[in-house]
């Protein structure tokens, strides 16, 4: 690994954790679990049972600030107990989705699902300003301007808006609006340039842009790839930005002229939901909905060290000032502190690792080729003037002529091998082919050479065959005639895991899903450096299968935490069109598996389980997400949605009016809200919860909602 970790590691020793003054020691350098060759958290601290949506460090390392799904911030003394520092700051109406503090460390800015943006002051927890409204909804990022005099925020509502921190005066405000097509653009992210001049947002669309903040005049437009943008920063000297997406990628961008850098970022099996880059520029962290956080290197873009794990999803993640410590949060309300000098340390041991890998590999490709120089010696194939001739075009792939959906065409099977002849010649014109083609076509060619040396029982270079063509791209050919030069070798072991897929699906035909699915998850775990995609799509489909049981069985609860566990990597497959791909119709042709409707019977029936299980809430956010996922709802769609729509606002109410009964105000308000947002023109939702409010004594939540059922023209 080329990355510069010598110097970040320089950094910690200046001040290790382990050397901090006895008051301070609350923090030892990060355990092991051996079992797992996984680095733990240095420290754990649960202080509530919400979703920790943001987190960010103060300047002197050992404080942070967190934004959590019920309505507060809080601040909380990593160094020594992590327990929280004095009361939280109220003021949101509901959940708080980003936080940022001010250069200076005397401001807060938030953001939230009320649309607003509220300025605090750290010391008396007060609002500084009344909270800044014109965004019209969700607040999904805040930060401050490298002076500290300016606060941008981005939303759901298609828009970036700059507010003058001292104020609260509106700056500027940036449209992101697809004004050709008027789809909404969710604006996920926004950071502040080094200089302050200039200001990135993320977004939706799948794009990065970069605007001047005098003049709201958009400089550069990104296009980032497959997948919403779901966070984006700048490298501390302003010449890249970096960008963490849907698709499960992160990558690196010339902030000047919005060229991709390098290689991108491949590890993750979900979308990222959040990244940070630390002080030095030598590395950056990503948090993600498969439950992990990953440090990657900025130099070379490889993994440093081992994935940070999380029993739920990861919405944030910070790097203190001096790159020592880094800190995520979680789902369910946990958040954890990680020693940077362990992971970096980690990421050494496995370069060196890595480099003894890549010797023995070169060994055995030496071993492989003298082999073959010997088969070419003994048995140099001299021709038979009896034999047909072949002539240059037959050494192409005639599939064009031959049925496209046929078995032979999914495994990319040339028609030279599949219909035997000479082998000797086969091997012969196959290898004229690697000889004249691009890396993209040697990728086949290798493999059908592998499988034609395996059939004259050439195992060793039947395996280098192998070996190169999924060097080249991995292929299901390629890993089938890597199983077989495997078995050829008698390396049994290795052969089963490349037939791993296979088995895997079968297990699953014969009713045994549990076992299916395991061997699924073990073999994206050996594989995570390869192709990832047909181990989320069997991955998905399995666990797919499984929550369809249930349902169609009644288990509804059950059925909504399968769809909850397969529906995010399915989402991933479907936005970055991964599940439409031609190598993928091999799961059509063995097993019947029809991938084009699978999005959105599975969206449909996730949210039905969810509403039949009364978890009312979760149907409302899985309805919105899949909503947000199509670009024009219209025909079944449409009809299903707005009966769906029509039965569970019924049912928002009607819990709500359940908790009310029960004196559970807060959840009758949430249920209240929920059903808000399926169908904003519900009086009675507005006037529940009003009332609701009542309860509370939060009058001015509650006479927001009687002016908007005013609004609607009842007395």
């Known amino acids: 690994m080329s990355c510069d970790l010598e110097k970040s590691n320089n950094l910690l020793h200046t001040r290790t954790i382990s050397q901090m003054p006895h008051n301070m020691s609350g923090i030892p350098h990060t355990t092991r679990d051996t079992s797992k060759g996984q680095p733990a958290p240095t420290k754990a601290v649960r202080r ?48 708080v989705r980003s936080v940022a503090i001010s250069p200076d460390n005397l401001r807060i800015a938030s953001g939230g699902d009320d649309a607003t943006v509220i300025i605090w002051d750290t010391e008396s927890k007060q609002m500084v300003l009344n909270p800044l409204v014109k965004h019209t909804e969700k607040v999904n990022s805040v930060c401050f301007s490298p002076d500290g005099k300016r606060v941008a925020s981005g939303s759901h509502d298609s828009t970036v808006i700059v507010w003058n921190a001292e104020t609260g005066a509106v700056l500027a405000t940036l449209d992101s609006q697809q004004r050709r097509t008027s789809k909404t653009v969710h604006v996920w992210s926004v950071s502040f340039s080094p200089d302050g001049l200039k200001l990135a947002s993320g977004s939706s669309d799948h794009t990065i842009r970069v605007w001047r903040t005098v003049n709201a005049e958009c400089l550069l437009k990104i296009n980032a790839g497959q997948g919403s943008v779901r966070s984006v920063v700048w490298s501390p000297d302003g010449n890249q930005l970096v960008s963490g997406s849907s698709d499960n990628t992160t990558k690196f961008w010339n902030s000047f002229n919005g060229e991709k850098i390098g290689r991108p970022c491949i590890g993750h099996t979900r979308w990222i939901t959040c990244l940070a880059i630390s002080s030095d520029n030598s590395f950056i962290a990503t948090a993600s909905d498969d439950s992990t956080v990953r440090l990657w290197c900025t130099k070379t873009h490889k993994q440093i060290g081992h994935v940070l794990e999380h029993a739920k999803k990861v919405h944030s993640v910070a790097i203190s000032p001096n790159a020592e410590l880094l800190v995520s949060g979680s789902d369910d309300g946990n958040l954890q502190l990680w020693s940077v000098r362990d992971i970096l340390e980690q990421g050494k041991v496995e370069e060196s690792a890595t480099e003894d890998e890549e010797a023995q590999g070169e060994q055995l490709l030496s071993r492989s080729s003298k082999t073959q120089s010997s088969h070419d010696s003994d048995d140099e194939h001299t021709g038979d003037p009896n034999e047909p001739s072949v002539d240059q075009g037959s050494t192409s792939d005639s599939s064009g002529s031959d049925d496209q959906d046929s078995l032979f065409d999914t495994f990319t099977i040339k028609a030279m091998v599949r219909n ?296």
């Open 48 to 95: 509530c049972k919400n979703k920790v949506w943001a987190v960010a460090f103060f300047k002197d390392g050992r404080r942070v600030v967190t934004g959590s799904h019920d309505k507060t911030l809080r601040i909380l003394d990593v160094w020594q107990t992590g327990e929280m520092v004095g009361e939280p700051f109220k003021g949101h109406t509901d959940r």
């Open 420 to 715: 035997s002849g000479d082998l000797h010649i086969i091997e012969d014109l196959l290898t004229r082919e690697i000889d004249f083609d691009k890396d993209d076509n040697r990728r086949d060619t290798y493999a059908n050479r592998s499988i034609v040396r395996a059939r004259k029982f050439e195992w060793d270079d039947a395996l280098q065959d192998a070996v190169k063509s999924i060097a080249i791209q991995p292929s299901l050919l390629g890993y089938i005639s890597k199983g077989i030069a495997l078995c050829g070798n008698m390396q049994l072991w290795d052969a089963m895991e490349a037939f791993d897929f296979a088995f895997a699906i079968a297990l699953f035909g014969a009713g045994r899903h549990d076992e299916a699915v395991r061997r699924v998850q073990d073999l994206t775990t050996a594989s995570q450096h390869s192709d990832p995609i047909p181990c989320s799509v069997v991955n998905s489909y399995l666990r797919v299968q499984l929550a369809m049981i249930a349902f169609q069985d009644g288990r509804y609860s059950e059925a909504a935490d399968q769809f909850d566990r397969s529906i995010p990597s399915m989402t991933d497959l479907f936005s970055s069109r991964a599940l439409f791909e031609p190598r993928l119709k091999i799961f059509t042709v063995l097993f019947g598996w029809d991938l084009d409707w699978s999005w959105q019977t599975v969206n449909h029936a996730r949210c039905e389980a969810c509403l039949c299980a009364d978890r009312v809430i979760e149907a409302v956010e899985s309805h919105q997400h899949m909503m947000s996922m199509i670009d024009e709802v219209k025909g079944s769609d449409l009809e299903w949605s707005t009966a769906f729509k029509k039965d569970c606002t019924a049912r928002c109410v009607a819990k709500g009016d359940e908790a009310v009964a029960a004196k559970k105000y807060e959840t009758a308000i949430e249920l209240y809200s929920a059903g808000i947002e399926l169908d904003s023109s519900c009086e009675p939702l507005f006037v529940h919860r009003s009332k609701a409010n009542l309860d509370r004594n939060l009058f001015a939540a509650a006479l927001h909602d009687a002016n908007r059922v005013r609004m609607m023209g009842t007395n």
